[in-house]
């Protein structure tokens, strides 16, 4: 039970799931509805592909310079069935993406060409090539905003046209995905202090200490909650549903440290978008 356990949540199945449950919950504010299959299975595929080949193209590294991480260990011995996930993620979003608007096709050349370079050293810098995750203290808004375009513009282009790139209303709702994905990955670099010491990668936590960086994500989430309250005001049902699940990510916040596990970021913390996404739904009942 505990190998299946460990293939769902460190094969990206989980931080899958979570993504296409954002790109839900879009969906959802925009329509009412909150099902849409190739939509879900698009968004659910094409995070399987970028995870997996982050990991695998970091494996030579990883094996050269050794890890304590449980995830990284986990990785470097199941090489293979990432390969063969990243491949199933591959067939799903490739099949699924002929089901949606065409006009995403302008989003998805520059989001993956983001996406790519996070995982594969493309980027120049100096004589090497490197990955935009060890450039340090912009790769976290690069990230937060990979995930704003795939799990809102996306949904919203779908649905109405590329024309609503330019609209108002999307931008809300993808400035305030931004600063929910930003609070959360915040931890993720407090947890990896050590390591991005070790390769000289400077972060956010590096500059300003955990402590203060904790705190910043807690501001990050007022933020965003503030931004829902202008958007839909605070009687609505979706405010509620919201506030609940940001206040439920807070306290995972708030304990955040270089002590942290590997589950605590990849299981806990990734899993306050399946929570946002569900509790929303239910309130709107």
Request: aromatic share 16%; net charge positive.
């Amino acid at each position: 039970m505990k190998a299946i356990f460990n293939y769902f949540v460190f094969g990206s199945w989980w931080v899958s799931l979570c993504a296409s449950a954002l790109g839900l919950l879009t969906w959802l504010e925009l329509t009412g509805n909150w099902w849409h299959a190739s939509l879900f299975m698009f968004i659910f595929g094409s995070t399987l592909v970028v995870y997996n080949l982050n990991m695998i193209s970091g494996l030579s590294d990883l094996r050269e310079s050794g890890t304590d991480s449980e995830r990284h260990h986990w990785c470097m011995n199941n090489e293979i069935l990432m390969k063969s996930t990243l491949a199933f993620g591959l067939l799903l979003s490739g099949v699924s993406v002929w089901f949606l608007n065409e006009a995403i096709w302008f989003l998805m050349f520059p989001l993956g060409l983001v996406a790519l370079a996070y995982t594969i050293p493309i980027v120049r810098k100096k004589a090497d090539k490197i990955r935009i995750r060890e450039i340090g203290l912009w790769k976290i808004f690069l990230i937060a905003s990979v995930w704003a375009g795939m799990t809102v513009i996306l949904p919203a282009v779908h649905l109405y046209g590329f024309e609503q790139v330019f609209e108002f209303s999307s931008w809300q709702l993808a400035i305030g995905r931004f600063l929910f994905i930003l609070a959360i990955t915040i931890p993720f670099d407090i947890r990896d202090l050590a390591n991005d010491a070790h390769k000289g990668v400077r972060t956010i936590p590096s500059v300003l200490g955990w402590r203060r960086s904790v705190l910043i994500s807690q501001v990050l989430l007022i933020a965003f909650l503030l931004l829902v309250w202008f958007r839909l005001g605070v009687n609505h049902p979706f405010f509620i549903g919201y506030a609940i699940s940001i206040a439920i990510t807070a306290g995972f916040v708030a304990v955040a440290s270089p002590k942290r596990s590997d589950f605590y970021c990849s299981f806990w913390l990734e899993g306050t978008m399946l929570l946002q996404f569900t509790t929303v739904l239910l309130l709107q009942f």
